[in-house]
């Protein structure tokens, strides 16, 4: 009897490994059953437009489609997840061949990512993780590391501060709340900081990467703390509507309010340029080119690996003065 139970346990586990390492050829020959052209279908569910970091990759999709030959039908969440849900049930009812998908937040995605796979429709994640425990229910995450970018930011903050014993007090405005970028860039930073006593953290709220947001609560923040000697924004979009209330505030960011940023937008580099932020760390949207790719290979049952890494730096003020010319977001 256990030895039975053990064998099932062994089947089942070794079942699992195997769906979790190999893709099965589940649209096969099927390709474009979604447009009557019998080019590839990609239905790609967005976040939404928060961000010049959203718009830059968004823009990264819609030409890397096109130049692949892929259809793509695109879908804007405008930050909410059940509209992301609703996208991807319309891509299964539409028989596409592949789904992409940045999820708004972590959780909640199992049930709906259970019908793609019953509807044998492989789903890539792009930029955003979930938390599902069932990793069958996706291909492949395409994105970055957002624990390292974290950790890069309080790097940076530990390197300023060498050989201080002041106190440092920081301020963190966090991306939307319960999504990937924002829980890791928090923990990556937090385990970094977390060996020095001097560092303290004395607010933390969301600006659910957006300016306006950023501007908000940074003026709230302003208000409540008289001497906040560093802010960590999780986006430079927020970066940059914190710096109009540092400002706003009689105060010189980059200067009177250091400030660490995540992304690397243009106008980012422009900030930086102009000393108002102090380090960018990169956050590279121009996943594109590497989502299409993959998208062709789940389609055609090739396998791929479970995640894919995009590449990206850490900038300086005059590092970014150097790479602005070239800058492409
Ligand atoms: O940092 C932020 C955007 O998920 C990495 O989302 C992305 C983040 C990016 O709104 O600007």
């Not at 039908?73 to 609703?86: G, R, T, V, W």
Request: neutral net charge; hydrophobic residues 40%.
């Amino acid at each position: 009897m256990a030895h039975r139970a053990l064998r099932i346990i062994a089947a089942a586990l070794v079942g699992g490994v195997l769906s979790a390492c190999t893709t099965e050829p589940a649209t096969t020959g099927t390709t474009g059953k979604g447009s009557s052209d019998g080019k590839l279908v990609l239905g790609f569910a967005q976040v939404g437009a928060e961000s010049g970091w959203r718009t830059a990759n968004t823009k990264s999709v819609r030409e890397a489609a096109e130049k692949a030959g892929i259809t793509l039908k695109f879908s804007d969440a405008q930050q909410k997840q059940e509209n992301q849900i609703k996208a991807i049930r319309t891509f299964i009812q539409q028989k596409v061949d592949v789904i992409a998908f940045s999820p708004v937040v972590e959780s909640g995605w199992d049930t709906v990512l259970k019908e793609a796979k019953n509807a044998g429709i492989p789903v890539i994640l792009t930029d955003r993780a979930v938390d599902s425990q069932d990793t069958s229910l996706y291909r492949t995450f395409l994105g970055s590391d957002f624990v390292k970018e974290g950790q890069e930011a309080g790097k940076w903050l530990v390197k300023e501060y060498e050989g201080t014993s002041e106190p440092v007090n920081v301020v963190e405005l966090q991306g939307t709340t319960g999504s990937a970028p924002a829980n890791d860039r928090k923990a990556g930073f937090a385990d970094v900081i977390k060996g020095d006593p001097k560092f303290k953290v004395v607010a933390s709220q969301t600006g659910d990467f957006t300016r306006a947001k950023g501007k908000e609560v940074m003026q709230a923040f302003l208000k409540s703390h008289e001497d906040i000697d560093v802010l960590y924004a999780h986006n430079d979009d927020m970066a940059l509507g914190a710096i109009q209330a540092i400002e706003e505030a009689g105060k010189k960011p980059g200067v009177d309010i250091k400030v660490i940023s995540v992304d690397g937008i243009k106008d980012a580099f422009v900030a930086m340029q102009e000393k108002k932020i102090n380090v960018v760390v990169e956050c590279n949207p121009l996943l594109g080119g590497q989502l299409m790719e993959l998208a062709k290979k789940v389609v055609a049952g090739e396998s791929v690996p479970r995640r894919v890494e995009v590449k990206e730096g850490v900038f300086t003020q005059d590092e970014a003065a150097a790479a602005l010319p070239g800058r492409q977001y």
